[in-house]
């Protein structure tokens, strides 16, 4: 049949091309004073291009031409090499030649190609020393569990409203959750920490190598966001004893364990909060930031009892993460030897009025966390100011994946509230979409954006079959949280296709009982299985862990990219609705199918093939086609393109 091609402007292949990832810097963290070399592929379209690279050296821009080098398909790798003189040094590349009767003046940035000058905030970034996060991370597939409503440990026995505390309404597993933030914090289903631990196993058939967990910290609610202390765990998560055999029972089984801190605030009845409301001279009076002691006081959004904490003061740091006592490092010793931290609201941690401590403190607590663990900031909005690459390893990606994808996939008049704004989920055309995730995720680092989570849900957000409404365009989110770069995470039961409003509604108890029992309904069953494929692709593909970015097309209901590696790249398509077939040339995708069918991993009805292209009347390239009779995504791993590839150009 005959191949048709797409204009320009949605065959993104046609670009030039230079990504941060083992295909574009071979070498990484290189060291200051390194001369770094790094690749640009240029298309043959451009005739006789002039290829430069302009890098920022002690705050002046350095121009270096590039060397034209190998053929590749339909184009040619330029190579230049960069001077690693500062830690950090920003960069991108001029291409400028003429198509045809067009001339070409285009900048090549990490948010794409731009035909005029432009600033500097989307250039490429290079990190002399690289970062600190842990080499386990790119590989790390994070399932979320709220430890109240995961698991009732077999020996648990029923609640009594007698054991609780005063504030906890004592629940019934399987009843429903409540909406009302107010009143879902008192509800207690009894879920703890052994609870977990006999579930690890179902974790690992899943293909979960990390949990993260909510707080588990006394406190004053269910969520346990409002501390009380940090000196043990809430006994009625089983106290000191259940975290440390948590921990043993999840590494026999090559599992992470990765705890919540809340370094903004602490509860009202916290320890601390409590010395310092009785004597206003009290070293943990300066924890707090007192207008007229002792009863008034800024709290994290002006709600009293989440008192916020004030880092002007030395002790405080020493307390929370400074030394070998402090909250950070006894957590991640022996005899817990948890894996990381996740920060609760990171981006206000250091700022209030006038202070502005939030790179210092996360400096300092990154310095202070043993090699091989992970730091994640939570941050709603743009984290990219906070990722400079010395503090927080990386942060929940809600700006550069979450919001995007619930744009992409929501359907119209979405009921759904848009992460905090106060209209519902917008339908956004792809155009927009694809826009959002190059632009915002151009101003991260590579390693930041690695090391960032990905997810299509919280316990802060409405579920991810509640926001898409439908099983094919949930399918297709699943496809670009294993296919786009980041960490996979995935909310404890979203592997079932829970509901959930919004966040308080979605902290829903799991169905262990249906699971156990294989009562589940076929749909549930069938989530889980896709959910799995997807896990194992990611975990034996490697471009799917640690590759660049490469964007191949864009379609009015289609995003095409590459998962760039030297070895083994992966294509990755995702579809929100059916669409006609288009074709991608082997020669500007630079890539070619590796493997047979059965190694592909897809929701149904989405296809990619592959055939001959003729040009008189003779092969001349090897064409994808890709097609999609429903929404959904489809992964499959390539290698490069070689001459054999091409029978006559």
Not at 607 to 626: C, F, K, N, R, W
Request: proline share 6%; glycine share 8%.
């Amino acid at each position: 049949m005959p191949h048709s091609f797409e204009p320009s402007d949605s065959l993104l292949a046609r670009e030039p091309f230079h990504d941060s990832s083992r295909v574009g810097i071979p070498s990484r963290a290189a060291g200051l004073g390194a001369l770094v070399p790094l690749r640009v592929w240029v298309p043959d379209s451009v005739e006789d291009p002039t290829v430069v690279l302009r890098q920022v050296v002690d705050g002046e821009p350095r121009f270096v031409p590039c060397t034209r080098k190998v053929s590749d398909g339909a184009g040619h790798w330029f190579e230049a090499e960069l001077l690693a003189r500062n830690p950090v040094t920003r960069y991108r590349f001029l291409i400028s030649g003429r198509e045809g009767n067009r001339r070409v003046y285009e900048w090549l940035t990490a948010a794409g190609v731009a035909d005029h000058d432009v600033s500097d905030s989307h250039d490429f970034t290079y990190l002399a020393h690289g970062t600190k996060a842990p080499q386990w991370l790119e590989s790390a597939i994070v399932y979320q569990v709220f430890p109240d409503r995961f698991a009732r440990s077999a020996s648990s026995g029923e609640l009594h409203r007698s054991d609780l505390p005063a504030w906890a309404i004592p629940m019934s597993w399987e009843e429903p959750c409540e909406e009302n933030g107010e009143i879902n914090g008192r509800q207690v289903y009894g879920g703890d920490l052994l609870g977990l631990e006999e579930k690890l196993d179902y974790l690992t058939d899943l293909g979960v190598s990390v949990v993260y967990m909510c707080p588990i910290f006394p406190a004053g609610s269910a969520h346990r966001y409002d501390a009380s202390t940090f000196e043990h765990i809430d006994p009625l998560l089983g106290g000191d004893g259940a975290l440390i055999s948590l921990t043993e029972a999840a590494h026999a089984r090559g599992i992470k364990i990765v705890m919540d801190l809340t370094t903004n605030h602490t509860g009202s009845k916290h320890e601390w909060f409590m010395r310092a409301q009785a004597d206003a001279s009290s070293v943990e009076a300066g924890f707090y930031f007192f207008t007229e002691h002792p009863d008034r006081y800024d709290g994290w959004l002006g709600i009293d009892s989440l008192p916020k904490l004030n880092y002007d003061s030395a002790a405080l740091r020493e307390r929370m993460y400074l030394g070998e006592e402090s909250t950070v490092s006894r957590y991640l010793a022996p005899p817990f030897n948890v894996d990381g931290w996740r920060i609760d609201v990171a981006n206000m941690t250091g700022r209030h009025g006038a202070q502005e401590l939030t790179h210092e403190i996360a400096r300092e607590i990154r310095e202070t966390m043993r090699e091989e663990t992970w730091l994640v900031a939570e941050h709603f909005h743009d984290a990219s100011p906070d990722l400079p690459g010395n503090g927080w390893d990386g942060a929940m990606n809600y700006s550069g994946f979450t919001k995007p994808l619930w744009a992409w996939l929501s359907p119209e008049d979405s009921a759904v509230n848009w992460l905090g704004l106060p209209i519902g989920v917008p339908k956004l055309p792809t155009r927009a979409v694809l826009a959002s995730l190059r632009e915002y995720n151009a101003q991260l680092t590579y390693e930041a954006r690695l090391h960032s989570q990905n997810q299509l849900c919280s316990h802060d957000t409405a579920r991810s079959r509640t926001v898409f409404g439908d099983p094919d365009r949930h399918a297709a989110a699943l496809g670009a949280l294993v296919g786009l770069p980041g960490v996979p995470t995935l909310f404890a039961g979203d592997e079932l296709a829970l509901e959930g409003n919004n966040g308080e509604h979605s902290r829903t108890p799991m169905p262990w009982t249906a699971i156990e029992s294989g009562t589940l309904s076929e749909e549930a069953k069938a989530w889980w299985t896709l959910t799995a494929r997807v896990f194992k692709a990611r975990n034996s593909l490697r471009a799917l862990q640690s590759g660049g970015l490469r964007w191949l097309h864009a379609g009015e209901d289609s995003l095409t990219f590459m998962r760039t590696d030297s070895e083994a790249p992966v294509l990755v398509h995702l579809a929100r609705a059916a669409h006609e077939a288009f074709s991608l040339p082997a020669s500007l995708v630079l890539a070619v199918p590796a493997l047979e069918s059965s190694d592909v991993t897809h929701s149904p009805g989405v296809i990619v093939e592959t055939a001959d292209a003729t040009s008189g009347g003779q092969p001349s390239d090897l064409i994808m086609t890709l097609r999609a009779e429903r929404a959904g995504f489809v992964i499959t791993p390539m290698r490069p393109y070689t001459d054999a590839d091409t029978h006559v150009l």
